[in-house]
């Protein structure tokens, strides 16, 4: 075909003169599609009718073989014959992308098709030539035959390959052994070696037909000095002894590209997958990575300064910038992607993605990304893709460089769709720069000399003058000095906090540490000493900054966190000032770090739809193993309560707020956890348990606390034969699973004593058992303090048929007629029986226990209710004790006017509780005159309610 057919093209973006459509719009723009047109008969037929439909694997099969052409030479064919295809997809990928009518994923899907088809037409072909004369590798141990595994990285293995990439591989093999059944024998190393490099040779050599692939392998262990193709037991070897962190990053799109269509092939994947995932993914929050690729961005931007004569900007004059490695460019957008990936990918699995895109749309559905922002760098990625293949489709060059000369900038700018060049320059710059905003806001180097360096300087000097002597006996040695400054910073007893730094320099704990992380824990110990000298409690606040850091001295990770976050470390300041409890919990948890940097969470309201959703998917990709399940909730649990307690010491929650969230939390960490161990259950008979968790106490009433523990039974309805085993089986794994221990810590305590007959009864009961329990139907019947526990009891989890008849079982419970001189000598006993096992025989007054407090407004309560909801149905809501003794009043059950002023000392002692657990009292208890007005109020009501006698006043 001649030049002169492609000489009127119009440009890309703009309607063609008259009403025709161009043939081909490809040959003006691309300098190798006109090439190939004019060296090859027949291509622009293939061509034209190719083009109307997206390229698929299955297309270039059909075409390779057609291509490839029967000969003595197999080898010399399929070279020939890869080269025709590589041309043929090159030209539809141009021309359908230019006709605007290829997306970016096919362009790059495409691509990788090739380059998957290439290496294992190859394979196939080179493995049959030496298999005639060497036969098959053999394993040693297993006598399996077997196959060169090649692992496709880069973008290969994220499969978004460029048109004229190079493709970046590693040659591995499962077993050592020797070939079988050929005239000669190779070690398997030599055959997967010899075997390797005439695949490269296939690839990589320029013919008369060009080439398929550049072939680049320096990514195999030790690079260019390793060899060609190693086992697997020499690479896991490799990763574990001298796996560098830039290779973490290459592993991540690391996927095996050489066909899976033997057995032996798929179980090598997934030994070459256990191998590798550990090695990228850490099973901590990996904040390390941060500084690690901070240091490898430098190095690469260092690399493409030189390259470009300097030019690393961006800018109209710097006419050699390198869309790719330059400011904004495409390495900083899989950077900031890759990011989430090492920090979090070892505890979420969804992210162990290799498409950038698709990692970056995962990191907007797990909230560590604004939506907006992933808008952003997805924007300017696909659109800095593009420019790099209309780059690439002028002469099929590996360039990423903008052009310089006028023409080719016209080109260019004419195949992005723009006008002119400086169109084309402001719509890249427009979307660079936030990028590199971005990325300089994620990986800027933090401030690390925030305040006056203390530590570990002072207190050095001062133990090598006194050597070692206790700092009391060492003053007039020169150790006034360090304690002179430590209380000029704002702090009191310098003594104490100068040996407790003594303490940490000569620890065997703080000498074992890295160069790496005794830098950076001796700066966060000086951020430390300088945030706790703000605060008003200075001296125990750097005593729990102090436990907390050395806490988490021996993960680096977290040292990173808080080095690469000083917002971070303010919030731990606060926190750990702001409650012993938190900084207790915290210290205990310190994987919890990461929410302090979730500034949205921390302000939000939780989802718990969501968080069940988020939960069950994290748990289904772990499916079979239980110990990382468990841990997956309870690092949930964890990380939900922390949010929780971070708004409640921000003063953004009420104290009832609070024990909603805390409740709603167990209820669908329970609802998660029930769904999960039923599916482990090896004796389940059905695909859905018939059985419901019904909560009592705290969790009843949503009034659960941070440490309580769940008062919970267990009900089922099921005709099945093998119900009642099952279910006792299953209550029991549910318990196990709640209570456990593991690395992550626990999820609840666990209390099923209010079941019928207490511990002496079956821990599963079914409905109907139950129903005729509660009414007293039979010789075994409930106890009136049941009763009384039945007014906060409601269904939480489980099946919901069962849950709604639970409930309407409990209204009819607590409807019955009960006497009023029967029914107030036992609450009245039960009352006395509870303190008699909480006695208070100091001078403070017990919130809780003590009479005026909070179990005689609950008593009260429950009475009111038993009494009288058989007249007034709306008292068996379980609305909480304030808002029942409102209802009781306003039904003139009671003084108005006394039920709302109990109401309120009863918000009143909650709220001094929940301050004194969170200042880390196991006791609430105060002076008696701080409370004096609101118990007497208490005290007035038990005294109207039932009388001196223990009988009932009258309504």
Partial sequence: MSGGAFATMPAVGMAPAGNAEPALYSPAY?????RMLQARDGLEDVLAEAMRVPLTRAWMEARLALLQQPSADAEEAAKQALRRLRAEVMCVVIERDLRGAATLGEVTAAMSDLAELAIQHGLAVLGADLAATFGRPVGAGSGEVQELVVVGMGKLGGRELNVSSDIDLIFLYDEDGETQGGTRSLSNHEYFIRLGRRLINLLADVTGDGYVFRVDMRLRPNGDAGPLACSLGMLEQYLVVQGREWERYAWIKGRVVSSLATPHAQRTARLLSDLTLPFVFRRYLDYGVIAAIRSLHAQIRAEAAKRSGGLAGHGVNQRSFNIKLGRGGIREIEFMAQVFQLIRGGQDAALRVRPTLEVLAVAVERGLLPAGQAEQLADAYRFLRQLEHRLQYRDDAQTHHLPTTPEEQQAVAQMMGCDDWETLLARL????????????????????APCEALWPALVRDAVDEVQGGPAAEATEAGEDAPCARLQAAGFSDCGALFDRLRAILVSPRYRALSEASRARFDLLVNRALDLAARQEDADSTITRFLDFLDAISRRASYLSLLSEYPQAMARVAHTLHASRWAADYLTRHPQLLDELLDNEALADAPDWSAFQARLDER????????EAQMDILRREHHAETFRILLQDLQGLLTVEQVADRLSDLADAVLEVTLRTVWRQLATRHCESPRFAVIAYGRLGGKELGYASDLDIIFLYEDEHERAPDVYAAFARRLITWLTSHTAAGMLYDVDTRLRPNGAAGLLVTSFDAFRRYQLREGDNAAWVWEHQALTRARFCAGDRAIGARFEALRDEVLRQPRDAATLAPEIVDMRAKVAEGHPNRGALFDL???????????????YLVLLHSAAHAELTRNSGNIALLRTAGDLGLIDAALALAVGDAYRLFRARQHQLRLDGHAQARVEPASVAEPAGQVRALWQAVFGTGGAAAAP
């Fill in 429 to 448: 710059q427009a979307l660079q720069e936030p990028v590199a905003q971005q990325f300089e806001a994620t990986f800027s180097d933090p401030d690390t």
């Fill in 619 to 626: 748990l289904h990709v772990a499916d079979g193993q239980v």
């Fill in 30 to 34: 691309s300098h190798y599609a006109r």
């Fill in 848 to 862: 809780k226990h003590d009479r005026g407090g909070m179990v005689d407004i609950e008593f009260t309560v429950q």
